[in-house]
């Protein structure tokens, strides 16, 4: 069974940082890319940044680059997400993803 289980949400600062982490499960994760996304309050969930099964190649939304970065662990099974220079349009539930399997989500607040 596929299972994701992200964490490392919280309330932060505007220009500070956090780091999200999501576990993998139940699958060959070493061969998978894999997709961060999230979704604000009353707003679609939407595409934040994607890593190749090796994490070579990476990829964001215009909206987070330059302060967001996705990196993979392939020997613990986890995908991270270092998020610097917080904004408070950043607050969102974060859920990391591959195919159709979602993660549960993890709560992020930027706000004074």
């Known amino acids: 069974e596929v299972q994701l289980v992200e964490s490392g949400g919280g309330l932060v600062q505007p220009g500070g940082s956090l780091r999200l982490s999501c576990a993998a499960f139940?699958?060959?994760?070493?061969?998978?890319?894999m997709g961060w996304f999230r979704q604000a309050p009353g707003k679609e969930r939407e595409f934040v940044g994607g890593?190749?099964?090796?994490?070579?190649?990476?990829y964001y939304a215009d909206s987070v680059k330059g302060r967001f970065a996705i990196s993979r662990d392939n020997a613990e099974n986890t995908v991270y997400l270092q998020m610097d220079n917080l904004k408070p349009e950043d607050t969102a539930v974060y859920y990391c993803?591959?195919?159709?399997?979602w993660g549960q989500g993890t709560q992020v607040t930027v706000s004074s």
């Open positions: 993803n591959i195919g159709t399997y």
């Open positions: 139940g699958f060959t994760f070493s061969n998978s890319a």
């Open positions: 890593i190749s099964w090796s994490g070579g190649i990476t």
